[in-house]
């Protein structure tokens, strides 16, 4: 006979409504109808995604949840038969590791406190000095120093006071240790530590673990059974490599795909099912098979109607799938869902052949981009040169006004000596030369529209400023003739 045997428990939790007077309006199925069996001295595992119902599980064992149906047998005690006094007695034997180590830990104790409590609640040391001995090599054992008795919960690590939730189950003395997630919240390095820990513990003390969990890489190193749930029920029972090396439920196929694999080899080649739908409520589970709403090979005659049992098909290996034996022969085609290939970051997608899923869209969208690439590089050529054209008028119009502007210049500087001339011939060249610079400004505004008209003005203000030039210059020489003639007379 095992150790703990769980048969048929059932977990409803009533849903109440009314404004006076509560009415029990519906139930939700946190747990419905879950046999199991674990054997004294191993691990059993149970994983599943949240809200399958494992910690509830867990929490009916020890009694903490009121049990709706079924039973829970541990070395011959029917436990959902005890009344409170008996259970509390009897609750010494069966011990839980919280998944919140800081949560179960009572801040207002120091560690003492905490482990002494249940020492003195079940006669355990005659005395406090007897009891502090027990604690301190416990706490040793655990990997913590001796004066972490006087100590507060806060002012521990998350590794260290998942240790003292170990050390608290460990007092007691137990058969079984149920852990909820007792690694979840701590680091890699830290979750190595307490997993050995909790192996090496097993090895000296003879213990019996339920270990609740979700990282399925955990669950596969410490456990020796491995439970698969899915809302509220057990779908799939084998021993951990079977498990794990042929998984036989849809569903466990599904959470094993989901599993990186650290091969890179193996990770490209292996395939991932991609399951459709989202979990159904608890409170409104699906009739028949509950798993077959996302199952990519429900059959609706059968599935939807019938609810599978959970049957043994050889070496401990229980599943609870009417096709299990035709989906693993291949004979059984999928009727949704998808299977594509696992994706490693910077590897391209090569998705399974299989169906028109997946693998056919990649095919048509990579057809698709390759017909539209053509009209793409003829669009864009013809932008580019329409954009090339814009930019060569646009520099051409200043090109023009600066050659206007140098041939000014070269005109002026041809003629050195007229800069030096006369104050009246300066007078008069201003306010052409201004008209000039207004001429231009306004040649640059136009430049886009009539850069030619811009160059012709440019010329011709040229021309008259230098025929004006010249004739300044004649009265400037005859008056200095003038002026000559005179001194001559004066001399």
Same mark, same amino acid.
């Given at each position: ?83 409170? *006094?008996? $259970? +509390? ?6 011990? $839980? ?131 698969? $749930? ?14 794990? !090396? ?6 466990? =196929?599904?959470? $094993? ?6 091969? /890179?080899?193996?990770?490209?080649? +292996? ?10 409520? /608890?409170?409104? /589970? ?65 998705? !399974? ?55 000014? =210049? ?41 850069? *030619? ?39």
């Amino acid at each position: 006979m095992s150790l703990l045997e769980l048969d048929g428990v059932k977990v409803h939790f009533p849903i109440k409504k009314g404004i006076l007077f509560d009415r029990t309006v519906g139930h939700v199925y946190a747990v419905d109808g879950v046999s199991l069996k674990v054997e004294a001295g191993q691990t059993y595992g149970l994983v599943g995604e949240s809200g399958c119902g494992k910690t509830t599980l867990g929490r009916a064992v020890l009694r903490l949840v009121d049990i709706t149906e079924g039973s829970v047998v541990l070395d011959g005690t029917d436990l959902a038969k005890l009344s409170g *006094e008996e $259970m +509390r007695r009897f609750r010494r034997r069966l011990q $839980m590791v919280f998944q919140d180590p800081l949560g179960s830990l009572n801040p207002r104790q120091n560690i003492e406190s905490i482990l002494t409590e249940g020492m003195i609640a079940h006669g355990i040391g005659k005395n406090q000095e007897e009891r502090r001995e027990k604690i301190k090599s416990i706490l040793e054992r655990v990997g913590l120093p001796a004066n972490a008795l006087s100590r507060y919960p806060h002012e521990f690590s998350g590794g260290q006071r998942q240790r003292i939730g170990i050390a608290r189950a460990l007092v007691l003395e137990p058969d079984v240790i149920i852990c909820d997630e007792p690694v979840s919240a701590l680091d890699v390095s830290v979750q190595a530590q307490v997993i050995n820990l909790l192996e090496e513990l097993q090895d000296e003390l003879g213990l019996t673990y339920v270990v609740i969990a979700h990282d399925l890489a955990v669950v596969r190193h410490i456990s020796d059974t491995i439970g698969v $749930m899915y809302l509220g029920s057990l779908v799939e029972e084998a021993p951990s490599d079977v498990l794990y !090396a042929e998984p036989r439920h849809p569903y466990t =196929k599904a959470l $094993m795909s989901a599993v990186p694999v650290p091969d /890179p080899d193996v990770e490209d080649r +292996r395939e991932r099912i991609l399951l459709t739908g989202d979990l159904p409520s /608890p409170a409104n /589970p699906p009739s028949g098979c509950r798993f077959h709403t996302r199952c990519p090979w429900a059959q609706a005659e059968r599935c939807a109607t019938e609810r599978p049992e959970l049957r043994d098909l050889g070496g401990g290996h229980r599943v609870a799938c009417h096709y299990a034996e035709e989906i693993a022969a291949g004979k059984l085609r999928r009727v949704t869902g998808e299977v594509v290939s696992a994706v490693r970051e910077g590897v391209e997608d090569k998705p !399974a052949s299989e169906g028109t899923g997946v693998a056919g869209k990649a095919e048509a969208s990579g057809e698709a981009e390759k017909a539209e690439k053509p009209g793409k590089a003829a669009k864009a050529e013809g932008s580019a040169k329409s954009a090339k054209a814009e930019g060569a008028q646009k520099k051409e119009a200043p090109k023009k006004a600066e050659a206007a502007e140098a041939a000014e =210049k070269a005109a002026k500087a041809e003629k050195p000596g007229k800069a030096a001339k006369t104050e009246g011939a300066d007078k008069k060249e201003a306010p052409k030369k201004a008209e000039a610079a207004k001429a231009e400004k306004s040649g640059k505004a136009e430049k886009a529209e009539a850069p *030619e008209k811009a160059a012709k003005a440019a010329r011709t203000d040229e021309a008259d400023g230098a025929e004006k030039a010249e004739t300044s210059e004649k009265k400037a020489e005859k008056a200095g003739k003038a002026e000559k003639s005179e001194a001559e007379k004066a001399v």
